[in-house]
């Protein structure tokens, strides 16, 4: 069976890297960007036709995928006279990469059935690096049949492919993971701060805690920076750690759960983005504790 026609919208550091992977793997693609101009001048080098709206990409698309940073950014692309509903193919699935609003996902997906098309939330785990050698998690939800459509391209893409049921699914199960990671990286760049304004060395307190039930993944994260200093392990910033957390909370509201446990993460990543720190990766979280505990 022939490959299907990709349209990818959003060439940020993991959709770059993603469009490659395809690209690699003998996929035919219509991109179209962001306001990073270089990678969607490498994707079309290699091949990939340049579209100059939504609704242009749609048209000649069988699978359009969106790799974007807030729900707003997902909406603004999918409605209007250019975006991707109004040029939606009859049978075509739309796969939304991004950390999305379950709520904002639902209302997209009842619009784009209207269309007679189908549309998937499949947020991501792992990194760009991942993404390049098909290493991602995909966390899709959404109607099954899609799925088994765009399954193939997705294990291009992913080492772990999980079908996770009704539509939203995928986002809400991110959020929770998002929350969980941030609230515990955030714990840990504290507990290295701490640490320091106790005199008591780094080091030390990471050889005890990873002794023990503690020891974790993000907790290396946070170490290879706060002990190693390198803060790349964890290439995610504390801008979209703030957005993600922040959603989570929203998500809670909307749920009438609100969240207790989220509420420290998210005030200490919103004062690290208010204090310049946007741009920082979450590691660098530690720089931020151990400042506000000198004053």
């Known amino acids: 069976m022939s490959k299907p026609h990709i349209g990818f919208i959003g060439l940020g550091l993991m959709g770059a890297a993603m469009v490659g992977r395809l690209q690699s793997k003998g996929y035919h693609l219509t991109v179209m960007g962001n306001v990073t101009r270089p990678r969607i001048d490498a994707a079309v080098a290699a091949g990939a036709t340049e579209a100059k709206t939504a609704a242009e990409l749609a048209s000649v698309s069988d699978v359009v995928m969106l790799c974007m940073g807030t729900s707003e950014s ?32 639902k209302a997209l997906g009842a619009a784009v059935a209207e269309k007679g098309a189908t549309y998937l939330d499949a947020p991501l785990g792992r990194t760009p690096s991942h993404a390049v050698d098909g290493l991602l998690n995909i966390m899709c939800s959404g109607d099954k049949d899609a799925f088994d459509t765009v399954e193939p391209v997705f294990q291009d893409l992913g080492e772990n492919v999980f079908h996770l049921g009704a539509l939203g699914n995928g ?17 840990m760049a504290e507990a290295f701060a701490m640490a320091d304004r106790a005199g008591v ?56 759960a609100p969240t207790i446990m989220s509420n420290c993460a998210r005030e200490a990543l919103g004062l690290a983005v208010d204090q310049g720190m946007g741009d920082a990766l979450v590691p660098e979280m530690v720089d931020f504790y151990v400042k506000r505990f000198a004053k």
């Not at 986002?171 to 714990?187: E, Y």
């Not at 993944?217 to 504390?238: C, E």
């Open 74 to 105: 997902v909406e603004s692309r999918m409605h209007g006279d250019d975006g991707v509903i109004a040029g939606l193919r009859p049978g075509a699935v739309v796969v939304d990469f991004g950390t999305s609003l379950p709520g904002s996902t």
């Open 171 to 187: 986002h809400t199960i991110k959020l929770i993971n998002n929350f969980f990671a941030m609230t515990t990286a955030n714990a």
């Open 201 to 256: 060395e780094r080091s030390n307190l990471y050889d005890v805690m990873s002794a023990g039930p503690l020891k974790s993944g993000m907790m290396d994260f946070i170490k290879a920076y706060a002990v190693d200093g390198d803060a790349n392990n964890l290439a995610f910033s504390v801008r979209n750690a703030r957005k993600d957390v922040g959603y989570y909370g929203q998500m809670a509201d909307d749920l009438g």
